[in-house]
């Protein structure tokens, strides 16, 4: 059964700290894996690796992606307030057009 | 330019009933696709259509259907409502033919909360 477990499932931090999250997968044929983030609602894209893209940066944001490890990670540094939400992460596979999700990960970053 | 948009945002309905939520793409995007998340966990995949056909199903029963219409809306009808149908149904539109899956960004709407009672 294809399946992504994130962790931590939450994440209290202080603002400036580091957070690193974590996203393991076991999927049939991997395609892709896909970071979002969910305040309210919408989930927003972050960042898609694939076995070409590997590695992704934006801002204080990056991700990386360990496909011996069928892993991947998100980084946050010199975290905001605004930074609170939920972050997703979501495999897709080759067969059907789907994307798995996992739990995702409740980050709180305080003043 | 408008993003996916979704409606009703909001639904109560009781246990039995049947309910329809909508979905109008990105102006240009083919391919929709209809997520459940309930309270605490992530977006499960319902369906995927583009074009107007299904490409994609996930694993939920047949009281769950969808259509696409030729403007590439879609329409997602849950039957005999269930206390645990009660979630935020999200749709997601992309430009290609898997979904996102393959590359393409895929944008969400804001949902629509249904409630079942």
């Known amino acids: 059964e294809d399946k992504v477990v994130q962790s931590p499932l939450s994440l209290v931090v202080h603002e400036g700290d580091t957070v690193t999250l974590n996203c393991s997968y076991e999927?049939?044929?991997?395609?892709?894996l896909l970071w979002y983030k969910q305040e309210k609602k919408a989930p927003t894209f972050l960042f898609m690796l694939t076995s070409s893209g590997i590695e992704k940066k934006s801002g204080r944001l990056s991700s990386i992606l360990d496909k011996k490890e069928l892993s991947s990670i998100l980084n946050i540094t010199a975290t905001q307030t605004g930074d609170s939400a939920i972050y997703l992460c979501?495999?897709?596979?080759?067969?059907?057009?789907?994307?798995?999700f996992g739990t995702g990960t409740s980050l709180t970053v305080i003043p | 330019d408008a993003g996916v948009t979704q409606s009703p945002t909001h639904l109560i309905k009781t246990r039995g009933q049947q309910v329809t939520l909508r979905c109008s793409p990105i102006s240009g995007h083919k391919s929709v696709s209809w997520y459940q998340q309930v309270l605490g966990q992530g977006p499960q995949f319902i369906f995927q259509y583009y074009e107007k056909e299904e490409r994609g199903r996930g694993n939920f029963p047949d009281r769950f259907s969808a259509r696409q219409f030729p403007n590439y809306s879609s329409e997602l009808n849950v039957n005999a409502l269930l206390l645990g149908d009660s979630a935020l149904y999200l749709c997601?539109?992309?430009?290609?033919?898997?979904?996102?899956?393959?590359?393409?960004?895929?944008?969400f709407g804001p949902g629509t909360r249904l409630l079942v009672l």
């Open positions: 999927v049939t044929n991997f395609r892709s």
């Open positions: 997601a539109s992309s430009s290609g033919t898997s979904g996102g899956a393959a590359g393409e960004t895929q944008y």
């Open positions: 979501a495999v897709g596979t080759h067969t059907g057009n789907q994307f798995y």
